[in-house]
């Protein structure tokens, strides 16, 4: 075991060359354990804490934010938790995976919408390490204007593209080693935070409406906001490791440290009025001299998130069809994301902008996640895997009706049109049945709901070729 650690450490800087193909069986490494690491490092973030002040500021009082906070994360990390099952059998990234529902061409359209999403994730954080970072020269009354913020924004985005560069083996191994020191971080912050909270200023009630829109609030921003990412960091794991305890160690790496932290920013909303301001709301609660200690962690988690999201991103570029290494697909990540990190900077209504973002995120990748987990389970897990890679003289089995399998993209449509009608996204539009069940928005579980029964529905009756694997249905 020593020898497979010390190995582990000696190839974790050297960087990693493959991108989406098939790894293969002796490059298999690891186990489940190492999961909790690193998903209790990514989610262990300044980040995390300020939705709790978030969900205060909707009306919901400390015990609904509670409800909320536990809901959400439990049942979209649980998803989650089934996104990364596939990885291992197969041995290549979830979008690629998709292909086998959605076909090789229109799985490069949700290879985008990913992309996307996860860029925008990116940009949220390195606009708020550029903030973090602006708010140590204030601290210290240096004011750096537009040329200063720019330098920080460029130094930033450099340095947080150092991990997801070298590859799988570095960010394993780092985050393992930033989970202690985020733990002790914030750790001491709760012990300091938590007896001084005024919980009967927080006794209040957002009624139903707002317990439900917080919860979808918890759900977008939660497991589903990874869910198209779950294989990539578990493909590498050998073929035979138990499913179980993936789905347990994915569980618990992202719950336990994203619901206590969420619990203490809603904490945190009854001693500071600037709580939901993640750099100085909870420095605000803290004695002076916590300040630079606070904003060196918070930038380092933010890092540490992003990070993990370029490593994504770059594989969703070549899934998208690049014909571009992983290593160098994250510089056209880092240039992308810096851009719209820069007009997020200077924007300001950036909190109204992020509330837009996941609701338009929740409401395409919740049906997506539902029909890849319908494919997976009629399927019972198996795959063959090369058809996931068709060439000009073998498309494979999953390649449908002109690269596209009809059957996901219908039930795709169907789950956005269904969860639209309980969606909302302020200032954009409010679906008619939301308006009719009293403003509770439903349209995260029911947009799954109906991606997963209308896909069912479509894929028993599809002609042959385009339902490989779904004869054990009837």
Request: charged residues 10%; proline residues 5%; contains cysteine.
């Given at each position: 075991?020593?020898?497979?650690?010390?190995?582990?450490?000696?190839?974790?800087?050297?960087v990693?060359?493959?991108?989406?193909?098939?790894?293969?069986?002796?490059?298999?490494?690891?186990?489940?354990?190492?999961?909790?690491?690193?998903?209790?490092?990514?989610?262990?973030?300044?980040?995390?804490?300020?939705?709790?002040?978030?969900?205060?500021a909707?009306?919901?009082?400390?015990?609904?934010?509670?409800?909320?906070?536990?809901?959400?994360?439990?049942?979209?990390?649980?998803?989650?938790?089934?996104?990364?099952?596939?990885?291992p059998?197969?041995?290549?990234?979830?979008?690629?995976?998709?292909?086998?529902?959605?076909?090789?061409?229109?799985?490069?359209?949700?290879?985008?919408?990913?992309?996307?999403?996860?860029?925008?994730?990116?940009?949220?954080?390195?606009?708020?390490?550029?903030?973090?970072?602006?708010?140590?020269?204030?601290?210290?009354?240096?004011e750096?204007?537009?040329?200063?913020?720019?330098?920080?924004?460029?130094?930033?985005?450099?340095?947080?593209l150092?991990?997801?560069?070298?590859?799988?083996?570095?960010?394993?191994?780092?985050?393992k080693?930033?989970?202690?020191?985020?733990f002790?971080?914030?750790?001491?912050?709760?012990?300091?935070?938590?007896?001084?909270?005024d919980?009967?200023?927080?006794?209040?009630?957002?009624?139903?409406?707002?317990?439900?829109?917080?919860?979808?609030?918890?759900?977008?921003?939660?497991g589903?906001?990874?869910?198209?990412?779950?294989?990539?960091?578990?493909?590498?794991?050998?073929?035979?490791?138990?499913?179980?305890?993936?789905?347990?160690?994915?569980?618990?790496?992202?719950?336990?440290?994203?619901?206590?932290?969420?619990?203490?920013?809603?904490?945190?909303?009854?001693?500071t009025?600037?709580?939901?301001?993640?750099?100085?709301?909870?420095?605000?609660?803290?004695?002076?001299?916590?300040?630079?200690?606070?904003?060196?962690?918070?930038?380092?988690?933010?890092?540490?998130?992003?990070?993990?999201?370029?490593?994504?991103s770059?594989?969703?570029?070549?899934?998208?069809?690049?014909?571009?290494?992983?290593?160098r697909?994250?510089?056209?990540?880092?240039?992308?994301?810096?851009?719209?990190a820069?007009?997020?900077?200077?924007?300001?209504?950036?909190e109204?902008?992020?509330?837009?973002?996941?609701?338009?995120?929740?409401?395409w990748?919740?049906?997506?996640?539902?029909?890849?987990?319908?494919?997976?389970?009629?399927?019972?897990?198996k795959y063959?895997?090369?058809?996931?890679?068709?060439?000009?003289?073998?498309?494979?089995?999953?390649?449908?009706?002109?690269?596209?399998?009809?059957?996901?993209?219908?039930?795709?449509?169907?789950?956005?049109?269904?969860?639209?009608?309980?969606?909302?996204?302020?200032?954009?539009?409010t679906?008619?049945?939301?308006?009719?069940?009293?403003?509770?928005?439903?349209?995260?579980?029911?947009?799954?709901?109906?991606?997963?029964?209308?896909?069912?529905?479509?894929?028993?009756?599809?002609?042959?070729?385009?339902?490989?694997?779904?004869?054990?249905?009837?």
């Amino acid at each position: 075991m020593k020898e497979q650690n010390s190995n582990t450490e000696a190839t974790a800087f050297t960087v990693e060359q493959r991108g989406i193909d098939l790894v293969p069986e002796n490059e298999r490494h690891g186990s489940p354990r190492d999961l909790i690491w690193f998903w209790a490092g990514t989610n262990m973030s300044v980040f995390a804490v300020v939705y709790g002040p978030v969900l205060i500021a909707m009306g919901l009082s400390l015990a609904e934010a509670t409800i909320a906070i536990i809901i959400g994360n439990v049942v979209s990390y649980a998803v989650l938790g089934l996104t990364s099952l596939q990885g291992p059998k197969v041995g290549t990234s979830t979008m690629v995976i998709s292909r086998a529902a959605f076909g090789p061409n229109a799985a490069r359209g949700y290879a985008f919408l990913n992309w996307i999403s996860i860029v925008g994730f990116e940009a949220i954080g390195l606009a708020l390490m550029v903030a973090a970072a602006k708010s140590v020269f204030g601290y210290f009354d240096i004011e750096i204007g537009m040329p200063g913020t720019i330098a920080l924004l460029i130094c930033l985005a450099l340095l947080q593209l150092l991990l997801p560069r070298l590859g799988y083996q570095a960010l394993m191994l780092v985050k393992k080693y930033f989970t202690a020191i985020f733990f002790i971080a914030f750790g001491a912050i709760a012990i300091y935070i938590l007896p001084n909270a005024d919980y009967s200023s927080l006794a209040g009630g957002g009624g139903r409406a707002a317990l439900f829109a917080g919860i979808m609030l918890m759900l977008a921003s939660g497991g589903f906001s990874w869910a198209g990412t779950g294989s990539d960091y578990t493909r590498y794991l050998p073929k035979n490791t138990s499913s179980r305890r993936i789905w347990w160690a994915v569980v618990i790496g992202n719950c336990i440290p994203i619901i206590a932290l969420q619990i203490l920013g809603a904490a945190v909303a009854s001693v500071t009025p600037l709580a939901e301001d993640p750099i100085s709301g909870i420095p605000s609660a803290l004695p002076d001299v916590f300040f630079v200690p606070y904003v060196v962690i918070a930038i380092l988690t933010l890092l540490s998130i992003n990070a993990s999201s370029m490593y994504s991103s770059g594989l969703n570029l070549q899934t998208l069809g690049l014909k571009v290494r992983r290593t160098r697909a994250v510089f056209f990540d880092l240039i992308v994301g810096g851009t719209i990190a820069f007009f997020a900077v200077l924007a300001p209504t950036f909190e109204d902008a992020l509330g837009v973002f996941l609701s338009l995120f929740g409401l395409w990748v919740a049906p997506w996640a539902g029909v890849y987990l319908c494919d997976w389970i009629a399927r019972r897990g198996k795959y063959d895997a090369e058809s996931l890679f068709p060439t000009p003289t073998n498309k494979g089995m999953y390649w449908g009706i002109g690269g596209v399998r009809w059957s996901a993209v219908v039930a795709q449509v169907g789950g956005m049109i269904f969860g639209g009608l309980w969606a909302e996204v302020e200032g954009v539009f409010t679906g008619p049945l939301m308006q009719a069940s009293g403003g509770v928005n439903l349209s995260i579980p029911i947009g799954f709901i109906m991606g997963f029964l209308v896909y069912l529905l479509l894929a028993k009756k599809a002609p042959e070729p385009e339902r490989p694997g779904l004869g054990q249905l009837r």
